[in-house]
Nanobody, 124 residues
Framework: QVQLVESGGGLVQAGGSLRLSCAASARTFSNYAMAWFRQAPGKERESVAAIVWSGVSTYYADSVKGRFTISRDNAKNTVTLQMNSLKPEDTAVYYC?????????????????WGQGTQVTVSS
């Protein structure tokens, strides 16, 4: 069974940085696209960043462009989200997701496997 486990969340001050990691079973990286979503209290889950299986193409939500970077290492079965210049509005539970397709998608329903989430809190 495919499993995704996020780590790296925590509490930081505005302007700080965090690196989130997603450890996945090997099957997840067999031609699967990967993504990060987030869900803030009282808000819908939204796409943050996504990356194709090969890693050569990426997607970023407008709200995080220039601040977040998604990357993957298929040999190590990991995907990361480097978050810089964090803002209070970035506060949310961040989820790693995998899709049974090598191509990027931004809709929640396009993803087949989900991690349990990791909390990111950015103080003012």
């Amino acid at each position: 069974q495919v499993q995704l486990v996020e780590s790296g969340g925590g509490l930081v001050q505005a302007g700080g940085s965090l690196r989130l990691s997603c450890a996945a079973s090997a099957r997840t990286f067999s031609n699967y696209a990967m993504a990060w979503f987030r869900q803030a209290p009282g808000k819908e889950r939204e796409s943050v960043a996504a990356i194709v299986w090969s890693g050569v193409s990426t997607y970023y939500a407008d709200s995080v462009k220039g601040r977040f970077t998604i990357s993957r290492d298929n040999a190590k079965n990991t995907v990361t989200l480097q978050m810089n210049s964090l803002k209070p509005e970035d506060t949310a539970v961040y989820y790693c997701a995998a899709r049974k397709s090598p191509r990027i998608a931004t809709m929640r329903g396009s993803y087949d496997y989900w991690g349990q989430g990791t909390q990111v809190t950015v103080s003012s």
